[in-house]
C-alpha cells in the first residue's frame, strides 16, 4: 500500500514563506515524478509544480521565480520552498506521486495524492 503524505502548511503574511514537505511510502520500485497542485474555494485544482525522476522541473506561470520544487531521492521526498507569497496562492495543496510498482505488483503505474495541508496568506 503506498501512501503520500504532506505537511508544512499554515498561516504566513503576504511577503513571507513556509515549506511544504511530501513524503511518500510503500511498495514503490520507482517514482517518475512528484508534483504540487493547489485548489482555492470554489476552483479547480491546478498545476503547481512538478518534478522527475532524473529532476526535470516544470511550474505553473503564477509561481516561476517565486517556489521552487526538489527532491530527496533517497527519502521518496519532495519539498516546495514558497517565497514572496500572496494572498491569491490560498489554497489547499496536494501532493501527486505518480510511480512504478514492481513485479510484484505486476509493472504497473499509479498515481497517487495526499491529503492536503491547507495554505494561508493573509494580506
Known amino acids: 500500500q503506498v501512501q503520500v503524505v504532506e505537511s508544512g502548511g499554515g498561516l504566513v503574511q503576504a511577503g513571507g514563506s513556509l515549506r511544504l514537505s511530501c513524503v511518500a511510502s510503500?511498495?514503490?520500485?520507482?517514482?517518475?515524478?512528484m508534483g504540487w497542485y493547489r485548489q482555492a474555494p470554489g476552483k479547480q485544482r491546478e498545476l503547481v509544480a512538478t518534478?522527475?525522476?532524473?529532476?526535470?522541473?516544470n511550474y505553473a506561470d503564477s509561481v516561476k521565480g517565486r517556489f521552487t520544487i526538489s527532491r530527496d531521492n533517497g527519502e521518496n521526498t519532495a519539498l516546495l520552498q514558497m517565497t514572496s507569497l500572496k494572498p491569491e496562492d490560498t489554497a489547499v495543496y496536494y501532493c501527486?506521486?505518480?510511480?512504478?510498482?514492481?513485479?510484484?505488483?505486476?509493472?504497473?503505474?499509479?498515481?497517487?495524492w495526499g491529503q492536503g495541508t491547507q495554505v494561508t496568506v493573509s494580506s
Open positions: 518534478i522527475t525522476g532524473g529532476g526535470n522541473t
Open positions: 510503500g511498495s514503490i520500485f520507482r517514482i517518475n515524478a
Open positions: 501527486n506521486l505518480d510511480w512504478t510498482a514492481g513485479p510484484s505488483g505486476g509493472w504497473g503505474r499509479s498515481t497517487n
